[in-house]
Each structure stands twice: as structure tokens, then as C-alpha cells.
Nanobody, 117 residues
Framework: APLVESGGGLVQPGGSLRLSCAASGFPFSRYVMSWYCQAPGKERELVASISTGGGSTNYADSMKGRFTISRDDAKNMVYLQMDNLKPEDTAVYYC???????????WGQGTQVTVSS
């Protein structure tokens, strides 16, 4: 699989998790990387994205100041550091790779994050 996520699990409110996404089979450094989440009964939504080279990042308003996206092009990895987690962060988190032209999109299989006491 081109993208494989790991690092999800059960955490108490206020806790932290670090999600990892391992990429293979495509020129990772040329792709914009993103994390999305999908809660039960809701649509998949953008959590954070990072540009090629890592110089620009973008976050959903509800995650700003709590989550940090980063990438390591030498290792073909993208990360999501999640701090001060809240119950409403409970969702399946997906890694996405996107190349603009020709358009190519890859999705990972997702990793479950559950925030509960």
C-alpha cells in the first residue's frame, strides 16, 4: 500500500498521541501530504496539510494550537502530533498524498483515535 498509518489508540482527554504515515512507491517529496479525520456519521474532513518541502502548513480551526503536522522526506514519513486531545477528536485518521499534475491521490487505510476517560 502506498500509505500506511500507525500510532492510533485510546487516550484520556488532555493526553497526546503521535500518528505516523509511511509512504512508498511514489516520489514522496513531490507530494502535498495531509491528515484527515472521519467521525462516525460524519464526512471526512481536513485536519492538517503540509506543502512539499514542509515550508507551509495548514490546520483546521478546531486543531490549531493542539496539532502539529511534519514530514521527513528522507524517511518518506509524515507525522501528526496531537496534544491536549478532546473527546470530539475521536475519529479514524487518514493520511493523504496529493500530486497536482497529473493529478494523483493516495489514501491510507486509516488509524482509529479514541479519546475517552
Amino acid at each position: 500500500a502506498p500509505l500506511v498509518e500507525s500510532g492510533g489508540g485510546l487516550v484520556q482527554p488532555g493526553g497526546s498521541l503521535r500518528l505516523s504515515c509511511a509512504a512508498s512507491g511514489f516520489p514522496f517529496s513531490r507530494y502535498v501530504m495531509s491528515w484527515y479525520c472521519q467521525a462516525p456519521g460524519k464526512e471526512r474532513e481536513l485536519v492538517a496539510s503540509i506543502s512539499t518541502g514542509g515550508g507551509s502548513t495548514n490546520y483546521a480551526d478546531s486543531m490549531k494550537g493542539r496539532f502539529t503536522i511534519s514530514r521527513d522526506d528522507a524517511k518518506n514519513m509524515v507525522y501528526l502530533q496531537m496534544d491536549n486531545l478532546k473527546p470530539e477528536d475521536t475519529a479514524v485518521y487518514y493520511c493523504k498524498a496529493e500530486f497536482s499534475w497529473p493529478r494523483r491521490i493516495y489514501w491510507g487505510q486509516g488509524t482509529q483515535v479514541t479519546v475517552s476517560s
